[in-house]
C-alpha cells in the first residue's frame, strides 16, 4: 500500500480508508501479540503506528467531506450557470417580443390613421353629395394657373354673373364650414 499516493477521487478515498480501517486492525492484533509476549519497547513503537494510523484515517475522512462538499458546490453552480444561461435566452426572446410588439402598434397606428382618414373623406363626400356638390367636377372645371384679368371685363361678367356667384359663394362658405368640422 502507498500512502503518499493522492487519491483525490471520493471513491478513491473511501477505498483508501477502507484499508486504513484494515490495516488498524490488523496493528491492533499484532500489538496484543507483542503485549503477550512482554516485548514492551516493540508495544511502544506499534501503538505510536496505531495513532498514525487513526490521524491519517481521521485526515482521510476530513479530505473526503471536503471533496463532497466540492461536489456540492460545483453541482450549485453548474446549476446557476444553466439558469443563467436559461435567463440570457428568455431576455433575447423578451426583446424580439417587444420589438415586435412595437412593430405591431406602429403597423396599428398608421392603419387606424389611414382608416381615419379614409373615414373623414368617405364621410366629407357623403355630406357634399348629401347636399347636392360634386367637388370634383368643380374641381374639374375650375381655371388652373394663374390667369391675367382686366378689370372691365371682370366689372361685367360680375353683373352678368351675380346670382351664379352668390350661389358658388354659398357653396364656397359651405364647404369651409365642412372642412373646419
Known sequence: MNIFKKKTSPKGVEREIASLQLEEKKLVAE???TAQ???EAATRILARQLVRLRQQIT????TRAQIRGIATHTQAMYANTSISTGMKGASKAMAAM???EMMSEAIDETLDKDE???ETEELTNQVLDE???DVASQLSSA???RIAVNNKKVDTASRNAAPESSQVDDLEKRLASLRRI
Do not use: D, S
Open 31 to 33: 500489538i496484543k501479540k
Open 37 to 39: 509476549t512482554g516485548n
Open 59 to 62: 485526515n482521510l475522512q476530513g
Open 98 to 100: 417587444n420589438k415586435i
Open 116 to 118: 381615419a382618414e379614409e
Open 131 to 133: 347636399i347636392g356638390v
Open 143 to 145: 381655371p388652373k394657373g
